[in-house]
């Protein structure tokens, strides 16, 4: 792999590590550019957000969800053209809506990143639990 590639799969690790309930609405906040576009779709019809205020409110409310979402990720490809990258990616995602009932479920996710002051940031992530029918 190359530099860049290496780069926006880390940067697609962070993502991870600060939506799983870390508490930092934050840390989510830095990982994505600075954008009026800036989107976040996750798998759950209200997980919706566009533009920063309302990613703000979207970040705030992963975060401080009761339970956990943990994905294991079994491919990830990521590719770069130039200050734009993109990552598709699939997996297992254990899910406990903080009952102690945890569902296990698959998850895909694409996710575009834009190269900002030499940092890749997301701009665009989009999720989704696939139905087999």
Do not use: C, K
């Not at 990613?55 to 990720?73: K, Q, Y």
């Amino acid at each position: 792999m190359n530099n860049d590639v290496d780069a926006v799969l880390a940067a697609f690790e962070a993502l991870d590590r600060a939506t799983e309930n870390s508490g930092d609405a934050d840390a989510i906040m830095r990982l994505f550019a600075d954008d009026a576009q800036v989107t976040f779709w996750g798998s759950a019809e209200p997980e919706e957000a566009v533009g920063p205020a309302s990613l703000r409110a979207l970040a705030e409310a992963i975060v401080h969800a009761p339970g956990s979402f943990v994905v294991t990720w079994h491919e990830r490809r990521a590719s770069v053209e130039g200050d734009v990258a993109w990552v598709n990616a699939s997996g297992t995602a254990a899910w406990d809506p903080g009952t102690g009932n945890v569902r296990i479920l698959p998850y895909r996710a694409t996710a575009v990143a834009v190269r900002r002051d030499g940092a890749w940031l997301w701009h665009t992530f989009n999720g989704s639990e696939p139905t087999s029918g």
